[in-house]
């Protein structure tokens, strides 16, 4: 008796290797065949090492002889007895060979601040994601896991505070904590901290209830139930059984936070709520852009440069989110 043949499995759909690879692997291997994912995943390095790698050269706080430090910036600003230096093209124009990204004000050159301006925009996003996945889980996984008058009580919490505009709410924050702040860092940086904080602080609300929805699920899951039949506590089963299935989740939360957060920071320091001067960030320094667009003399490169880096970053972080999406949830 011979056996039918078997057709060759369909090497698009399935691989054998699969078998053995695990999801997080499967996931790598999925993101990258996403082409939008990978050219977002290759223009955020390259923003990240120009940002954060020229750090060392942007910020010379410690160092005040320093043309291009936000100390020495400052100073000129404040100091209106000190005459600015002169501009490097009398004509408005920036200088191609020395000054490619122009001039502000000061005739020194925007390419630091711009840099830098990045650096503390997209600090702001990926820290504010973080604080944001970190308060959302943790409400999540408590009142989904509780039950009854704890979800209950969470879960109205989380309906008032979606109500309420976020910006009042980070207004609010700004006015309260930042006196409190400057007592234990240096007044730039209280306002930098206070934000970061405060848009974390209102972007968790949809993971709380991502999470919430997802561990009501898993709960009733028999591995949960056998971990309860051993005698495991509370903690131990959400941190090691329950938290561990709720990690792509997260994940694909955070990254798409990220864009949201950089936006919110941006708004608000370009209408002066957020980053002050001296620090610079892509939304004040667009600000300033609009300031200086006359019909006089157009200085459009103070606005361009800005705007472009944060559209750049914006596209390549949701591009990003997207892929991983995606990637970790392919039925999703």
Not at 167 to 175: A, P, T
């Given at each position: 008796m011979t056996l039918p043949a078997i057709a060759a499995p369909d090497p698009l759909l399935f691989d054998g290797a699969d078998a053995i690879r695990s999801p997080w692997r499967m996931a790598l291997r999925r993101f990258r065949r996403n082409l939008l994912a990978v050219i977002g995943a290759v223009v955020l390095l390259i923003l990240l090492a120009a940002c954060f790698g020229s750090l060392p050269w942007t910020m010379g706080l410690s160092d005040p002889s320093n043309p291009q430090s936000p100390v020495r910036y400052q100073a000129h600003n404040l100091d209106q007895s000190k005459k600015p230096p002169a501009w490097a093209d009398r004509s408005g124009k920036p200088l191609p060979t020395k000054f490619w990204m122009g001039t502000d004000g000061l005739g020194t050159d925007i390419r630091p601040r711009f840099l830098l301006g990045g650096a503390i925009s997209l600090s702001i996003g990926i820290c504010s994601a973080l604080v944001a996945a970190l308060i959302g889980t943790t409400v999540g996984?408590?009142?989904?896991?509780?039950?009854?008058?704890?979800?209950?009580?969470?879960?109205?919490?989380?309906?008032?505070?979606?109500?309420?505009?976020?910006?009042?709410?980070?207004?609010?924050?700004?006015?309260?904590?930042?006196?409190?702040?400057?007592?234990?860092?240096?007044?730039?940086?209280?306002?930098?901290?206070?934000?970061?904080?405060?848009?974390?602080?209102?972007?968790?609300?949809?993971?709380?209830?991502?999470?919430?929805?997802?561990?009501?699920?898993?709960r009733q899951q028999p591995f949960v139930e056998a971990a309860r039949a051993l005698g495991f506590s509370n903690s131990r089963i959400l941190g090691r059984h329950i938290l561990p299935n709720l990690v792509g989740t997260i994940v694909v939360y955070a990254t798409l936070t990220v864009p949201a957060a950089v936006l919110s920071e941006s708004f608000l320091s370009f209408l002066g709520l957020g980053i002050a001067a001296p620090l610079p960030s892509w939304g004040n320094m667009a600000a300033d852009g609009m300031e200086a667009l006359n019909p006089v003399l157009v200085r459009w490169w103070l606005i361009l440069w800005p705007c472009a880096g944060l559209s750049l970053a914006l596209l390549a972080l949701n591009f990003v989110g997207d892929g991983l999406r995606d990637a970790i949830d392919p039925k999703g």
């Open positions: 996984l408590i009142a989904g896991y509780a039950g009854g008058r704890t979800d209950a009580l969470l879960m109205r919490l989380v309906d008032v505070l979606y109500g309420l505009p976020y910006i009042l709410l980070v207004i609010l924050m700004r006015v309260a904590l930042v006196p409190l702040a400057a007592s234990v860092v240096p007044d730039i940086w209280a306002n930098y901290c206070v934000l970061l904080v405060g848009i974390g602080a209102v972007s968790w609300l949809t993971l709380a209830r991502v999470v919430r929805g997802q561990v009501l699920s898993l």
